[in-house]
């Protein structure tokens, strides 16, 4: 190759491959991927709320749609990708909090991130309590 075209072009830095070097390069795709299990989710919500809209028969034709195996087998690969997602923002979540002292000592973080996910589960069993109170 000719020196000057070398020049003219400039440095192109390789860019194969560059998320496989580190870890956390890794775990920081995997985390982004994952948020569009949320975007796919909420879409499929939205369907659902145009459905309702469009009167009892549309709405029962979505429900319908859910129940079928693809459906399913999708829902079960968003849940496990919204788990990684919420897990990697428990993980964050003291990297992105000011900090935090009580009674003269700094929280540690694992103490944040554990306080998240009890919240977290204590707050889901609250409303499926409520749900199924509701139904029965």
């Not at 998320?19 to 948020?35: C, G, L």
């Not at 549309?58 to 319908?64: K, V, Y």
């Not at 195996?69 to 990684?84: D, Q, Y």
Request: charged residues 15%; glycine residues 8%; positive net charge.
């Amino acid at each position: 190759m000719n020196h000057r075209a070398t020049l003219r072009r400039g440095y192109v830095r390789p860019m194969q491959g560059w998320w496989r070097r580190d870890p956390f390069f890794v775990k920081y795709m995997i985390r982004e991927v994952t948020a569009l299990a949320v975007l796919v989710y909420a879409i499929i919500l939205m369907v659902g709320v145009v459905r309702l809209s469009q009167g009892a028969e549309a709405f029962n034709g979505w429900l319908a749609a859910l129940k079928t195996p693809g459906s399913i087998l999708l829902h079960l690969v968003l849940l496990a990708s919204m788990i990684v997602h919420a897990k990697s923002w428990f993980d964050i979540m003291p990297k992105t909090m000011p900090l935090m002292f009580v009674g003269g000592h700094r929280v540690e973080g694992s103490t944040i991130t554990r306080t998240g996910y009890v919240v977290t589960i204590v707050a889901t069993v609250l409303v499926l309590a409520l749900v199924w109170g509701v139904r029965a």
